[in-house]
């Protein structure tokens, strides 16, 4: 069982910054790869950012790419999402997920196992 805990949301104005965390509990998060996902109302979740267990790989999303890096740290039970130059198009909940596979790289919700509640980026034109 892990439970994820996401943070760092807020309002931005268009071109600035967030960075948004997920704080695991439990023993095996260094066993599970990490995915970050995103909705809006009426829309279905969407894969924006994973990595594998180990960190050693990153996928990303089209709409994320060269934008947004996702990084984890082991140690401290911790997975980041750094998104740059955000649009109002990336208003939407953020959610972390783990998939105890230990891959990562699955754009399908249904391949991950534990989520977090959510957190709010409002991104302002």
């Known amino acids: 069982q892990v439970q994820l805990v996401e943070s760092g949301g807020g309002v931005v104005q268009a071109g600035g910054s967030l960075r948004l965390s997920c704080a695991a509990s439990?023993?095996?998060?260094?066993?599970?790869?990490m995915g970050w996902f995103r909705q809006t109302p009426g829309k279905v979740r969407e894969f924006v950012a994973g990595?594998?267990?180990?960190?050693?790989?990153?996928y990303y999303a089209d709409s994320g790419k060269g934008r947004f890096t996702c990084s984890r740290d082991n140690a401290k039970n911790m997975l980041y999402l750094q998104m740059n130059s955000l649009k109002p198009e990336d208003t939407a909940v953020y959610y972390c997920?783990?998939?105890?596979?230990?891959?990562?790289?699955?754009?399908?919700?249904?391949?991950?196992?534990?989520w977090g509640q959510g957190t709010q980026v409002t991104v302002s034109s």
């Open positions: 997920a783990a998939d105890t596979s230990g891959a990562g790289w699955s754009i399908k919700p249904n391949d991950y196992d534990y």
């Open positions: 990595i594998s267990w180990s960190g050693g790989n990153t």
């Open positions: 439990g023993r095996s998060f260094s066993n599970y790869g």
